[in-house]
């Protein structure tokens, strides 16, 4: 695959970016490559389509959770507002692989990431904190997974 081809949106991204082993650029490339394709969907369908997704989103909510360890702070996050972040900071969507982390609202850093409460105890966490091999939405606390249910159940 050609990175250079790439080239033009590279200067844009913080430094340290791309200082990362090659197995893993190369993945962070396909990802790169996936999420400029998304941009050009949305910017493709005239932008109208990303504004009548987040009237469509408002009044939902998200949990969110500050990834700071010294805060740790969760809060529910209209989805709305949070695709309207995403569309106003598209330079960070990119940086970030799509998943740009938000200004937290408590300790004002920016490291708040969706998370995923838990139905069962509570727990919000961040989605695959049980790590590789384990569903992502299983709880850290309770062990809890909604997917591990719904698929014992198929069975
Ligand atoms: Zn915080
Ligand atoms: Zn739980």
Redesign the pocket.
């Known amino acids: 695959m050609k990175i250079s081809r790439k080239k033009k949106g590279i200067n844009k991204l913080p430094a340290g970016f791309w200082g990362m082993s090659k197995p893993v650029m190369g993945v962070v490339v396909v990802i790169f490559l996936i999420i400029a394709g998304v941009i050009f969907y949305l910017r493709a369908s005239g932008g109208s389509g990303l504004d009548s997704t987040i009237e469509s989103l408002k009044g939902q909510m998200q949990w969110m959770k500050?990834n700071?360890p010294s805060?740790?702070?969760t809060y529910e996050m209209d989805k709305g507002e949070y695709q309207q972040y995403l569309k106003d900071h598209p330079g960070e969507v990119m940086a970030y692989l799509g998943n740009p982390p938000l200004p937290?609202?408590?300790?004002?850093?920016q490291?708040?990431l969706p998370a995923i409460k838990c139905p069962k105890c509570g727990n919000v966490f961040f989605k695959g904190a049980m790590g590789k091999g384990e569903f992502a939405d299983k709880c850290p606390k309770c062990s809890y997974s909604a997917t591990e249910e719904k698929r014992k159940r198929k069975r």
Not at 104 to 109: T, V
């Open positions: 500050c700071n805060c740790g702070t937290c609202k408590k300790c004002g850093e490291s708040l």
